[in-house]
Antibody
Framework: QVQLQESGPGVVKPSQTLSLTCTVS??????????WSWIRQHPGKGLEWIGY???????HYNPSLKSRVTISVDTSDNQSSLKLNSVTAADTAVYYC?????????????WGQGTLVTVSS | QSVLTQPPSVSGAPGQRVTISCTGS?????????VHWYQQLPGTAPKLLIF???NRPSGVPDRFSGSKSGTSASLAITGLQAEDEADYYC??????????FGGGTKLTVL
């Protein structure tokens, strides 16, 4: 079955760009009518949707983060990527990637194990 | 402040039934958007529990069930087991063009 694994720096300096990669295994990132999503969880808090990208390349971002977020897909490496620029301490969180299923609305399954990113100088 | 409101905590004894509510508004759940539920065991990633209000993915026990009415949805767990102790999140969509999650409910098995 499809599995997802996030990777990237665990510490990012304020004002810099957070860059994470989600590697998809057990299936092609281009197969099926799925989207590839990013969701984060601040320490001890609930879940916050960041955005997703469809195989077509179209994206949908959380309006509150839209100005700072870019999600892309690299089909040759079977990966999805998240870039969040101009980070502050408020961006410290566990970042999850997840496969999105078409629905009204989209739901997420499976999820990666998550990676903690700390914004600190 | 989450767009979808869940009780911070619920508890029950083994074997009992508990319900977790998810209250929204006319711009999300009441706007005919479905509700999905996730279970997050301590220290792990969320796992899909219910999709499309009432549907269980393969492998999810039928002790878990979902329902939706008006601007609210509920997750019911019957025959409570110690392994059910986790955080539970509802998820839907808001007309402000945002995927929204509830604030989460911590289930304690007494």
């Amino acid at each position: 079955q499809v599995q997802l694994q996030e990777s990237g720096p665990g510490v990012v300096k304020p004002s810099q760009t957070l860059s994470l990669t989600c590697t998809v295994s057990g299936g092609s990132i281009t197969s099926g009518a799925y989207s590839w999503s990013w969701i984060r969880q601040h320490p001890g808090k609930g879940l916050e949707w960041i955005g997703y990208i469809y195989n077509s390349g179209s994206t949908h971002y959380n309006p509150s983060l839209k100005s700072r977020v870019t999600i892309s897909v690299d089909t040759s490496d079977n990966q999805s990527s998240l870039k969040l620029n101009s980070v502050t301490a408020a961006d410290t969180a566990v970042y999850y990637c997840a496969r999105g299923w078409f629905g009204e609305p989209i739901w997420f399954d499976p999820w990666g194990q998550g990676t903690l990113v700390t914004v600190s100088s | 402040q989450s767009v979808l409101t869940q009780p911070p905590s619920v508890s029950g004894a083994p074997g009992q039934r508990v319900t977790i509510s998810c209250t929204g508004s006319s711009s999300n759940i009441g706007a005919r958007y479905d509700v999905h539920w996730y279970q997050q065991l301590p220290g792990t990633a969320p796992k899909l529990l219910i999709f499309g209000n009432i549907n269980r993915p393969s492998g999810v026990p039928d002790r878990f069930s979902g329902s939706k009415s008006g601007t609210s949805a509920s997750l019911a767990i019957t025959g409570l087991q110690a392994e059910d102790e986790a955080d539970y999140y509802c998820q839907s969509y808001d007309s402000s063009l945002t995927v929204v999650f509830g604030g989460g409910t911590k289930l304690t098995v007494l």
